[in-house]
């Protein structure tokens, strides 16, 4: 019995000392798992083979690593190993559990897990257990790897600062609610599952754009070296408080399956500064697109002076667009702090060429024996924002925030901006709107979408900005858009403090300008008068937006037009040439030619003019002109007039109808009635109205929307007095085109609608004398019916007593003739008075 006992005791003993034991993955702890056990070793064996590659491959390594952890979770080595992988992924808090437990199971399973837990110890801002387990790690190699103690030192140095910077946020907590940060999630508009960091805003907040890597990354790749979807490039807009679904920003910025990420964007949001991936030589480059109208150009690689062949990871431009600060390790060629140093560069003339000076690194009081990675000029134009793993970081890279002195010429001491935008993990995105009211980073939170979201920062109330943001648009007096170009220039001194340009889509302008001066605005454009603004912006003004909308007065550009008319034999004829304004339908020029059919004008550029050929016996040609605001001069292509015959035809130029209908436009009754004239004087005529299409569309659509329109311009001519027998139409559809239908051009050219002439006696014609000559008025050599029967004297002529005879007719009723039929009486008699 007593045997019995102290053998339970014992079995007990060992299940409970088990607990606490590391499992080694071998046959003998695994009895009946042999196909388990192989295939976690397997996975061990993979995972080691990434983990050995480096910290880049961790990612490829954990994958592995936690399948084999489902099998044994009791293994020293393996936690340790997942522990280690985890501070080098987005889910770093995930780390402490397995490195705490890899303790618990053999301590001394390698010296560097006391490292290792004093960092997940620290990401945690457990100060003082960080500092404890990095003081064991220091004991621990200092005597094999005293090399390694200056970086543990620093480590322990980070928690010191973090101790200290959380007392300030203790105090900061106390502060009532305006005087406290509010850190809000950008919301599912910008945010992905995806990480979406690195966002830079125009001045304004107008619009915000942020580097993401998701799946519809262009070209769909992912990076080899961490498993990741390549960098893009995204956009959203802040349209009336709220954020618009983000969307890739893609050609000509985002590339297929390189890296594209943001950093920086001017103050006005037209030029943006990108980080493009140069794999040809190995590094990283700053690139700067532009925005024309609502298109962004082609990346341009920045010049020598910023990009090196070493790494470039952040610019910034200064208000002015004077100053570029950025991020190099370019420390062979400008020897400076640590491995990346911020520089800047500032626009200098040489040659009577805007170039950009050679770099100039900002110092020991901005740079560090540490690394500076990200930089951002705040709208003031003196207030740097920029991360640093020096100063008094607490841990990894911190934000900082330094002011320009103007007087003294020198950077204040760089403020760590404290817990919550710094914590002891890294954090390099960080930038501020003119306002000063609100920031923007990237974060990893509880309350996120992915990995690191965006958010923005509501800061305390008493933040106190000097400087004013002058915006508006830039219109023509019709309120179109115009690009100009906008130069502030300080009054005082005459010096010209920034050179912007309006947006040639929406004519938007921004400009920030410092508070204490008088200004001048003056903004110019091409084929306008300069137009011209002061300001003055009183010292001590704190920030507000100005509203400043400039109206743009075109010059009166005029052209000189020529050309020559001639006969179909090139003959020179005399003709008399009409220019009509198709906005009013007035006539504005009318000329004739010289001797050899020249003639000359003058109109003013920038307008569509109608134009007319006509001379006695032949069909009138008209064309439609449309001068471009800046034309000088303009050659009318020969004008061939066709003589009045039977199979002759001319393109009606200047007839208009909506688009896709039958309607004629009000500024098409100029040439219609001039068809109607040639009628009236040529009563024997029998034309054909056809209408043309060009090849878009099917041919079913085309004849029938052809033969409307033939017909419509047909029903014109009747309403105007010509009679219905004289008139026919006819849809052709793309049956009959004159020019090809695979450019633009030639399309126009073919929608088109043509006169042609029919039937005509040449001995069937009307000659005018004037009334008031002894037996003047209309000579009818073969009048049409109703003409005829109104010469009741038989003459061949229609008097004045004779019309009045018709009209007394008409209206005591005893007349066959309609309205109509006496009006083209009476025009005939009056026509050449």
């Not at 592995?64 to 992924?89: P, Q, R, V």
Request: proline share 4%; hydrophobic share 30%; with cysteine.
């Amino acid at each position: 019995m007593r045997k019995n006992f102290v053998f339970v005791c014992f079995f007990i003993f060992q299940s409970f000392f088990a607990i606490g034991q590391n499992i080694d993955f071998t046959k003998s702890n695994f009895t009946g798992k042999e196909d388990g056990l192989k295939e976690a070793s397997a996975n061990i064996k993979k995972g080691d083979e990434f983990y050995r590659a480096g910290t880049f491959m961790y990612h490829k390594a954990l994958e592995f690593y936690l399948k084999a952890n489902d099998f044994n979770s009791e293994n020293a080595s393996l936690n340790y190993k997942i522990g280690t992988c985890y501070l080098y992924s987005s889910f770093k808090q995930n780390a402490l559990a397995h490195l705490e437990k890899a303790k618990k199971l053999n301590p001394e399973v390698n010296n560097k897990l006391y490292y290792y837990l004093g960092r997940a110890f620290h990401l945690r801002m457990q100060w003082t257990t960080a500092i404890e387990q990095f003081e064991l790690y220091k004991k621990r190699i200092a005597q094999t790897s005293e090399e390694k103690i200056p970086n543990v030192e620093k480590k322990i140095q980070e928690c010191k600062y973090g101790i200290e910077l959380m007392k300030d946020t203790l105090r900061f907590s106390k502060l009532p609610d305006s005087l406290r940060y509010k850190i809000e999630n950008m919301g599912a508009s910008v945010n992905s599952q995806y990480p979406d960091y690195r966002p830079v805003i125009s001045a304004d907040e107008a619009i915000l754009v942020f580097t993401a890597r998701r799946m519809n990354t262009t070209g769909g790749g992912m990076d080899p070296y961490d498993g990741k979807y390549f960098e893009d490039i995204y956009i959203s807009n802040n349209e009336k408080g709220t954020w618009s679904e983000s969307k890739n920003l893609g050609d000509p910025i985002n590339t297929s399956n390189r890296h594209d990420a943001t950093c920086g964007i001017s103050v006005d949001g037209q030029k943006l500064y990108i980080y493009l991936d140069d794999t040809y030589d190995g590094s990283g480059n700053i690139y700067e697109c532009k925005l024309d109208g609502r298109n962004w150009s082609e990346p341009q690689k920045m010049p020598k002076a910023i990009n090196s062949r070493y790494h470039e990871s952040s610019a910034s431009l200064s208000p002015d667009g004077k100053t570029i600060y950025f991020c190099s390790e370019n420390l062979f060629e400008y020897p400076g702090q640590g491995t990346h140093d911020i520089f800047k560069v500032s626009q200098v003339i040489k040659d009577g060429k805007t170039e950009w000076s050679e770099p100039e690194n900002l110092g020991t009081t901005i740079n560090t024996q540490y690394d500076e990675r990200t930089v951002f000029i705040h709208p003031d134009g003196k207030t740097l924002y920029f991360s640093s793993e020096g100063h008094n970081s607490m841990g990894g890279y911190d934000m900082f925030k330094s002011v320009y002195n103007d007087s003294t010429k020198k950077w204040s001491k760089p403020l760590n901006l404290g817990y919550p935008v710094n914590t002891p993990d890294d954090d390099v995105d960080f930038v501020v709107s003119a306002s000063g009211k609100h920031a923007y980073y990237a974060s990893v939170r509880p309350d996120g979408f992915g990995e690191k979201d965006i958010y923005r920062i509501t800061l305390p109330a008493d933040t106190t900005v000097y400087l004013t943001l002058v915006k508006g648009n830039v219109a023509d007096e019709s309120k179109n858009p115009v690009k100009a170009k906008i130069e502030i220039i300080d009054s005082k001194t005459g010096k010209v403090i920034s050179v912007q340009e309006s947006n040639s889509a929406t004519g938007k302008f921004l400009v920030s300008l410092p508070s204490g001066k008088n200004y001048k605005m003056n903004v110019t454009a091409d084929g306008y008068y300069p137009q011209q603004k002061d300001f003055n912006i009183p010292k001590g003004e704190k920030y507000k937006e100005l509203e400043v909308n400039i109206i743009m007065k075109r010059k009166v550009q005029m052209v000189s037009i020529d050309g020559e008319v001639t006969d179909e034999k090139n003959v020179p004829l005399q003709a008399t040439v009409e220019i009509i304004n198709n906005a009013t339908g007035e006539v504005i020029v009318k000329t004739t030619t010289d001797k050899l059919g020249k003639y000359l004008s003058k109109l003013q550029a920038g307008k569509n003019y109608g134009m007319v050929v006509s001379a006695d016996g032949y069909l009138f040609e008209s064309l439609n002109l449309d001068i471009p605001p800046d034309k000088e001069r303009m050659k009318i292509p020969p004008i061939r007039l066709k003589k009045i015959e039977a199979g002759k035809n001319i393109v009606l130029n200047n007839i208009f109808f909506d688009f896709d209908r039958a309607t004629l436009r009000a500024d098409s009754k100029p040439e219609l009635d001039r068809v109607a004239k040639v009628l009236k004087e040529n009563p024997s005529m029998k034309i054909e109205i056809s209408g043309h299409t060009d090849s878009k569309g099917s041919a079913t659509y085309n004849l029938r929307l052809s033969e409307a329109r033939a017909k419509s311009v047909v029903d014109y001519l009747i309403s105007s007095g010509i009679e219905k027998s004289n008139l026919a139409y006819k849809g052709y559809g793309f049956l009959k085109p004159i020019a090809s239908n695979d450019t633009e051009e030639g399309r126009q050219q073919n929608r088109r609608t043509e006169f042609k002439v029919m039937e005509i006696d040449p001995n069937a014609k009307v000659t005018f004398t004037s009334p008031k000559e002894e037996g003047g008025g209309i000579t009818v050599k073969k009048l049409p019916e109703h003409v005829l029967k109104a010469d009741k004297n038989n003459d061949g002529k229609i008097s004045a007593d004779e019309i009045i005879f018709l009209i007394d007719n008409f209206l005591d009723g005893e007349s066959d003739f309609t309205f109509e039929k006496i009006n083209a009486v009476i025009e005939y008699f009056f026509e050449q008075d």
